[in-house]
Antibody, heavy 117, light 110 residues
């Protein structure tokens, strides 16, 4: 079964850092682009970052320079290092596998990040 | 303000049909595949439609997708109460080099 399991969420103060992890299983992790998508409570989906099979990375302006996506193929793991966190970064963070670069399937169950003093 | 525009809500009676629109531009929908996601309350999003109109295995044929120009549409027939969820369209924006989602549409089955 193809599965993604996120971890690492929690409460962090504004300006702080947090590292999210996503453990993949059931597929050849190194062969797929991977993404992070977040969702604030009661809000829509917001794309956060992507990493290609060659390690190329992509970010929207809202997190560029503060977030870093990385992968460790030997451990079938995806990471998101989040620095200089703001209240607006509070959300559930999902990792997702990109298939053919065109759609996300599956998604993990999500991990909640709360930025508050 | 989402790059892709969806109606905030739609509603219909059980057994009826509903459509959800997703409007974009030539840099996103116009030149890239659209996918649709269903998010049931309290759960993670789930792939519903990919490459504009294809259904993954396990998705009933009550769900359909189409695309024309810079707009895409999700159709759901034979509505069931279990279809009550938020629905999102998504695609790559070639000009912005970002993945974009619609703002989401809440489906209510009356």
């Amino acid at each position: 079964e193809v599965q993604l399991v996120e971890s690492g969420g929690g409460l962090v103060q504004p300006g702080g850092s947090l590292r999210l992890s996503c453990a993949a299983s059931g597929f050849t992790f190194s062969s797929y682009d991977m993404h992070w998508v977040r969702q604030a409570t009661g809000k829509g989906l917001e794309w956060v970052s992507a990493i290609g099979t060659a390690g190329d990375t992509y970010y929207p302006g809202s997190v560029k320079g503060r977030f870093t996506i990385s992968r460790e193929n030997a451990k079938n793991s995806l990471y998101l290092q989040m620095n200089s966190l703001r209240a607006g970064d509070t959300a559930v963070y999902y990792c997702a596998r990109a298939v053919n670069g065109d759609w996300f399937d599956p998604w993990g169950q999500g991990t909640l990040v709360t930025v508050s003093s | 303000q989402s790059v892709l525009t969806q109606p905030p809500s739609v509603s219909a009676a059980p057994g009826q049909k509903v459509t959800i629109s997703c409007s974009g531009s030539s840099s996103n929908i116009g030149n890239n595949y659209v996918s649709w996601y269903q998010q049931l309350p309290g759960t993670a999003p789930k792939l519903l439609i990919y490459e504009n109109n294809k259904r993954p295995s396990g998705i009933p044929d009550r769900f359909s997708g189409s695309k024309s120009g810079t707009s895409a549409t999700l159709g759901i027939t034979g509505l069931q109460t279990g279809d009550e969820a938020d629905y999102y369209c998504g695609t790559w924006d070639s000009s912005l080099s970002v993945w974009v989602f619609g703002g989401g549409t809440k489906l209510t089955v009356l």
